[in-house]
């Protein structure tokens, strides 16, 4: 059964087209690895693509990529309004198929190991990838940005997991990790009130109280005179779609607020969707080998 | 773009375990060909097989393992329970993935000329592949079954779109055709009264005034007290799952009856319960584009 893990780095470069084709051009014809997407944003002056592939070739290209990134990048001259702390900014690695979350952790290590080695880059393991708890969470291994690395690298719990102490001069410091896919979902209301999709995020999301895998802020959208709860479901194989979803309208009823639609905002696992259709329609025994396209892509 | 087709050959050997393996063999261990499922029936005396692959590699497996049934199977003294007219019985092609209907129709028609051409067996084509309306519906091509094919065969609307006016001596006569996948889907009533059920079919099937690609009939579930409207939907594209789900919990009002759950028979393609759970999170502007596993398949 073949293997097949997602990999979404993010590089900090989001304006220079030519560069960005050369960082991205280690991903293309490549046997076992397949390029999806990439788009950069010109504010935050950076790129975020998204590849597939087998470990082994993922694991070839992307250290080739770190090395062209490295080759491009001036983290000297670097501005942009996203946080970022080294040319290859992040590096997550994303279990697809037949891949265990370990085997996804292995692969960030492997990594970082073999990059860290090769571009004399400190780098850090963040999310299920993590050393220390502390490190878990990538805003707080960010924190201070390039030009704040030098200082952070030299307190002792903020010692990279590989490489040298000192930031990379031009390309600053990586973050290599693993995680479960994120899923963009939004869920409009009928009603111009940011202060109910306020209310109602709090209510939903993990921080303030509500389900474990679920991030969530109120957003005008003007242009339709309504507001959103915008979310990120951090892991829907434990906090499903249609939970949240229903626990929206729920929480919305106190308003006398409808649900108008909904948003998914870029790529997402058909799991995801599937686990919903089998919740609305109450399929008894359903297993994902009914799926054709699991039993394809053994 | 990777093709792929799916084909879900039916012969007419159920029992002989030795000759099941031989017919299924040629789907084994060839590139671009994948052999996903066959299971026998000892009272039909049958074998389903479920296969998918590229359309060249799926059309040189197929003509093989019609080979090998013509040579293993004598229908002279084949019995079981299941209406049939061939060693061969029906060959249906089902696009998948990157393949048109008018494809999978000339997959089929190249597959009844070779196979007929080589083996000296007649062939009809039927369904999307037919070549009059009257052959369009499988139960009328086999009307009469292997013991009437002789007399058939001879009234000039019945002749064969392939090969000899003469049924092959051991094999009988082959139907080779294409249609959209078939998706078996059941909903279960929270009563034990079958003419609920039945009732409920009538007003949600096509035969008598309901969705267009629905067959539904009642059915006991004598083991749990309950009964079911057992369906075959026929195109999921055009008669979403949830279409009827819905309609069938409107139709179970009038008895009082609640919905109990649902089951899903065999194999369908992630499209039908995506298509379902669109529907109910109801997401905007959803592309199947955005689903991983059709970015990874193409």
């Known amino acids: 059964m073949k293997k097949i893990i997602q990999c979404v780095p993010n590089f900090s ?17 490549k046997n076992g690895v397949k390029l999806l997407d990439y788009s950069r944003d010109e504010d935050h002056n950076r790129v975020v693509v998204t590849v597939v592939g087998e470990p082994e070739a993922l694991k070839v290209a992307i250290v080739e990529a770190m090395g062209v ?5 001036d983290m000297r001259s670097h501005e942009g309004q996203h946080p970022r702390m080294g040319a290859i900014d992040v590096v997550p690695f994303i279990p697809v198929k037949n891949v265990s979350m370990t085997e996804a952790v292995e692969l960030a290590k492997e990594v970082a190991m073999e990059a860290a080695d090769k571009y004399d880059l400190p780098i850090f393991l963040y999310e299920k990838a993590a050393s220390t708890p502390e490190r878990e969470n990538l805003a707080k291994v960010r924190k201070g940005e390039y030009e704040g690395m030098k200082d952070k690298l030299q307190q002792p719990e903020w010692k990279p997991d590989f490489g040298p102490d ?9 973050a290599i990790g693993a995680r479960m896919p994120l899923v963009a979902f939004n869920v409009n209301l009928a009603t111009d009130d940011l202060e109910i999709a306020n209310k109602i995020s709090k209510n939903v999301r993990y921080l303030s109280g509500g389900l474990r895998y679920c991030k969530a802020i109120g957003i005008e959208l003007k242009e339709r005179g309504i507001v959103q709860v915008s979310m990120n479901m951090t892991d829907y194989t434990k906090t499903a779609l249609y939970r949240v979803f229903e626990l ?6 106190r308003y006398g607020v409808n649900i108008v639609g909904s948003e998914i905002i870029g790529l997402l696992p058909m799991e995801a969707l599937i ?19 699991t039993r394809i892509m053994e």
Chains 1, 2 share one sequence.
């Open 13 to 29: 470069e989001g304006r220079d087209l030519d560069k960005i084709e050369k960082i991205v051009n280690p991903f293309r014809g």
């Open 69 to 73: 990134a490295i080759e491009v990048i």
């Open 166 to 174: 000192m930031p990379h001069e031009t390309a600053g410091v990586t």
């Open 248 to 253: 929206i309208r729920i929480e919305a009823k």
């Open 275 to 293: 686990d919903t259709a089998v919740y609305y329609l109450g399929v008894e025994d359903f297993s994902m080998e009914q799926v054709l396209e």
